[in-house]
Nanobody, 122 residues
Framework: QVQLVESGGGLVQAGGSLRLSCAAS????????MGWYRQAPGKQRELVAA???????NYADSVKGRFTISRDNAKNTVYLQMNSLKPEDTAVYYC????????????????WGQGTQVTVSS
């Protein structure tokens, strides 16, 4: 059972940056797909960004050009660099992982973190 622990959330002004980290309890080398979801109050959870073990990435249109996902297999960690933050980016951000890319992007990942709050003030 892989455990995922997010960190790096917080309060930031619009236009600022944050970097989220997701540390896995064991090697992520075998986990083909890892990603970040977010859920704002009253809204459905949405996929923000995902990355394969080979480094291929996918981003939500709303964050393209502002967010960057990366993974460090040696450190068992996935990152989400968030720049030019907007108030609408305010949400709880969740790390997710699965062997299947399809399951990850469909929201059916096997492993989920507890979430970290990101609040962007205007």
């Amino acid at each position: 059972q892989v455990q995922l622990v997010e960190s790096g959330g917080g309060l930031v002004q619009a236009g600022g940056s944050l970097r989220l980290s997701c540390a896995a309890s064991e090697s992520i080398f075998r986990l083909n797909a890892m990603g970040w979801y977010r859920q704002a109050p009253g809204k459905q959870r949405e996929l923000v960004a995902a990355i394969t073990s080979g480094g291929s990435t996918n981003y939500a249109d709303s964050v393209k050009g502002r967010f960057t996902i990366s993974r460090d297999n040696a450190k068992n960690t996935v990152y989400l660099q968030m720049n030019s933050l907007k108030p609408e980016d305010t949400a709880v951000y969740y790390c997710a992982a699965d062997n299947s890319w399809d399951k990850l992007v469909d929201g059916r990942a096997a492993y989920w973190g507890q979430g970290t709050q990101v609040t962007v003030s205007s």
